[in-house]
């Protein structure tokens, strides 16, 4: 069943405010779960004191048995312990329906959507994505070459791209996550990939994709922002030297 509890967190401004914050997520029972997600809804408040928007980042388990989807979101915080977070949702895959489980409810993980994600923006990325039959490896490896392609996204300062829809001609709209905000001239920010293009990366295969970019997956950890985070240890290192 999901796992839900009430807490108390302060606001900005001082205020302490009542929260429902879900441990779990079970959406064979609790859909409007998922839906709430899925609207940006989960863990995001409004204070009735200042009316500041509260979003809180934390870890959060994800369990969809219709739709073979399980997953776990830690907070972005954790993004720099990735390889350990992969082993805890391994770890609880197993638990609730691998090698720990009854053999009734044993299934094997390929069968899965098994994912590792951080902050809820990756977790409604990864939703989005398998809902669509799409493949995550793929749309990561074309979210790098979209952004190392696009200058404008680079000088907006844009860190990562998140699937909104595939639209009804089957191009993939994204929203850019920018570290700065557009201006407004830039009108909405989504942008839209053909669906061309996503075919021609997954022609490429797995295998291909990951000799390339090898540390674009780990375990059940699969994200381009590994790269990033690659890319900032080894800046420290040359850093440190
Ligand atoms: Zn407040």
Request: charged share 25%; proline share 5%.
């Amino acid at each position: 069943m999901s796992i839900v509890n009430a807490q108390i967190v302060s606001c900005k401004c001082g205020a302490r405010v009542e929260l429902d914050l879900a441990d779990s997520i079970h959406v064979d029972r609790h859909p409007h779960l998922r839906q709430r997600l899925l609207d940006g809804e989960l863990h995001s408040f409004t204070c009735l004191a200042c009316l500041r928007t509260i979003v809180i980042d934390k870890q959060l388990f994800y369990y969809d048995h219709a739709r073979r989807q399980f997953l776990c979101a830690f907070p972005m915080s954790e993004l720099g312990n990735a390889d350990a977070c992969d082993a805890i949702t391994r770890n609880a895959f197993d638990q609730a329906l691998g090698s720990g489980a009854p053999p009734v409810l044993q299934v094997k993980p390929e069968q899965y959507l098994l994912r590792t994600c951080f902050g809820l923006d990756e977790l409604r990325d990864k939703i989005r994505i398998d809902d669509a039959k799409l493949n995550d490896l793929v749309v990561e490896e074309l979210k790098c070459q979209v952004m190392a392609n696009t200058p404008a996204l680079q000088e907006r300062g844009v860190i990562a791209l998140w699937l909104r829809r595939v639209a009804p001609d089957g191009s993939l709209e994204f929203l850019p996550e920018a570290t700065q905000r557009p201006a407004p001239e830039a009108g909405p920010g989504a942008m839209a990939v053909s669906r061309a293009f996503y075919d021609d990366v997954a022609a490429l295969g797995h295998e291909a994709i990951l000799a390339a970019r090898p540390g674009l997956a780990w375990g059940s950890h699969v994200s381009m922002r590994r790269l990033w985070m690659e890319s900032r240890k080894q800046a420290r290192h040359g850093a440190a030297r």
